[in-house]
């Protein structure tokens, strides 16, 4: 039946993979068969093994977990939380309205850990060129960007995930599951930020998984793509509790506020 309706196997090898395989009966992931995944193997290591090509080890995986679970929501605040809420009272799906929360994770809201990796990976290859950490660090912060990615909150003196996210990371690296040399990077920017100041700049839930996710050898690119599977469960939980609460068209700003009128100039129509 192939030959027949690909006789020169033009079109399987335009769609050729090495992420899935499927025919009539079967269907493999990176050559498994995903019956002897399911029951056996967690999301992060199917995740891991999607992207990777191989199955994590168990404290491989628990780390990744971790950094997944801090990320998957922070409240309707949040652009891309308050977006999937107003979109689905608009009469749309599910699926629409995550997918409008989602398409607003970009360098400013959502790319921070992408950024923060690539800062990191700048101290690292200055340390290799001789400077020590702390000057390293100093110099990728001095010409990067103004609002230094993963440093910082504007909400919380002290991102209350960042101690238990860069704490397993420590313990990681004390068991020698992880190298350590991301988690020296973010420290010494931590500590460059934070010098003379009289209220210090600890990093936030960018810095910290970005640390996690570099120290397990994704690359800058997927610690956003990363962030964004994980916020995508907050963003489906939000949805669908503005979906059970019946709203419809909300907007930005509850009915009752209205917009202060703008000042016109004498005889504007």
């Given at each position: 039946m192939t030959a027949g309706i690909d006789p020169t196997g033009d079109v399987a090898r335009?769609?050729?993979?090495?992420?899935?395989?499927?025919?009539?009966?079967?269907?493999?992931?990176?050559?498994?068969p995903v019956q002897d995944l399911i029951g056996t193997v967690d999301l992060p290591s199917a995740i891991w093994l999607l992207l990777r090509g191989e199955l994590p080890d168990a404290p491989r995986a628990d780390l990744l977990q971790a950094a997944l679970v801090a990320g998957v929501d922070h409240g309707p605040q949040a652009p891309s939380i308050a977006i999937a809420r107003m979109a689905i009272t608009c009469g749309?799906?599910?699926?629409?309205?995550?997918?409008?929360?989602?398409?607003?994770?970009?360098?400013a809201h959502g790319g921070a850990g992408e950024q923060c990796v690539t800062l990191l990976d700048e101290?690292?290859?200055?340390e290799s060129a001789g400077r020590t950490t702390a000057e390293a660090a100093a110099e990728a912060v001095a010409a990067?960007?103004?609002?230094?990615?993963?440093?910082?909150?504007?909400?919380?003196?002290?991102?209350?995930?960042?101690?238990?996210?860069?704490s397993r990371t420590e313990a990681a690296v004390r068991a020698g599951v992880v190298p350590g040399h991301h988690l020296r990077a973010g420290k010494a920017i931590e500590?460059?930020?934070?010098?003379?100041?009289?209220r210090p700049i600890p990093m936030n839930i960018d810095g910290?998984?970005?640390?996690?996710?570099?120290?397990?050898?994704?690359?800058?690119?997927?610690?956003?793509?990363?962030?964004?599977l994980s916020r995508s469960i907050g963003i489906l939980a939000h949805a669908w509790e503005e979906h059970?609460?019946?709203?419809r068209n909300k907007g930005p700003v509850p009915r009752s506020i209205l917009p202060p009128r703008r000042?016109?100039?004498?005889?504007?129509?």
């Amino acid at each position: 039946m192939t030959a027949g309706i690909d006789p020169t196997g033009d079109v399987a090898r335009w769609w050729a993979t090495d992420v899935s395989h499927m025919e009539p009966g079967v269907i493999e992931l990176r050559g498994r068969p995903v019956q002897d995944l399911i029951g056996t193997v967690d999301l992060p290591s199917a995740i891991w093994l999607l992207l990777r090509g191989e199955l994590p080890d168990a404290p491989r995986a628990d780390l990744l977990q971790a950094a997944l679970v801090a990320g998957v929501d922070h409240g309707p605040q949040a652009p891309s939380i308050a977006i999937a809420r107003m979109a689905i009272t608009c009469g749309i799906g599910l699926n629409s309205a995550m997918a409008s929360g989602i398409n607003v994770l970009g360098d400013a809201h959502g790319g921070a850990g992408e950024q923060c990796v690539t800062l990191l990976d700048e101290v690292l290859r200055l340390e290799s060129a001789g400077r020590t950490t702390a000057e390293a660090a100093a110099e990728a912060v001095a010409a990067g960007p103004r609002y230094v990615p993963g440093f910082g909150h504007r909400f919380h003196p002290r991102d209350p995930r960042r101690d238990p996210l860069v704490s397993r990371t420590e313990a990681a690296v004390r068991a020698g599951v992880v190298p350590g040399h991301h988690l020296r990077a973010g420290k010494a920017i931590e500590d460059h930020l934070s010098r003379g100041r009289p209220r210090p700049i600890p990093m936030n839930i960018d810095g910290a998984t970005a640390i996690i996710y570099a120290e397990l050898g994704f690359p800058a690119p997927l610690a956003r793509g990363l962030f964004v599977l994980s916020r995508s469960i907050g963003i489906l939980a939000h949805a669908w509790e503005e979906h059970e609460q019946g709203t419809r068209n909300k907007g930005p700003v509850p009915r009752s506020i209205l917009p202060p009128r703008r000042d016109r100039p004498p005889g504007a129509a």
